[in-house]
C-alpha cells in the first residue's frame, strides 16, 4: 500500500486557481481492477476511494510519515507565464485570428497589385 501526494492540476474549464491550494493524499490501486461477475461492473479496492486533503505539503508528508505508509511527492511544474501589459490588447500591429493573413481570398477586398 502506497500513498501518494500531489497538487491537482487547474482543470481546463476554468482560469481560476482557487482549487489548487491545497494537497492531496491519497492511495495507489493494490489490486487490478476487474470485472465483478454479477453484474459485469468494474471493482477495485476500496482504498482508492480514501482522498484527503491537507493545506501543505509538508502536512501531508507528515501525516504520511506518522502512519508509517511508504508515499511519493509529485510536484507540480508551474506555469511559465509571459508577462504582457494592458496595453498589448488594443495593439495596432498585433495578429488577431482574423487577419488578412488568414482570412480566406473570397472574403477579402481586392488590394492594389492583387488580381
Known sequence: MK???YRPAKTAMSSGKAKMRYWIYEFEPVV???PEPLMGWNSG???EQVQMKF???ESAVAYA??????????D???R???PKSYAANFAYDKRTAFS??????YMMKPQEGDQ
Not at 65 to 74: D, L
Not at 100 to 105: K, S
Open 65 to 74: 510519515k506518522t502512519r508509517g505508509v511508504p508515499f511519493e511527492v509529485i
Open 32 to 34: 487490478k481492477k476487474s
Open 100 to 105: 488578412r493573413f488568414t482570412t480566406p481570398r
Open 80 to 82: 511559465m507565464r509571459k
Open 3 to 5: 500513498a501518494k501526494i
Open 76 to 78: 507540480p511544474e508551474d
Open 55 to 57: 493545506d501543505t505539503k
Open 45 to 47: 479496492g476500496t482504498l
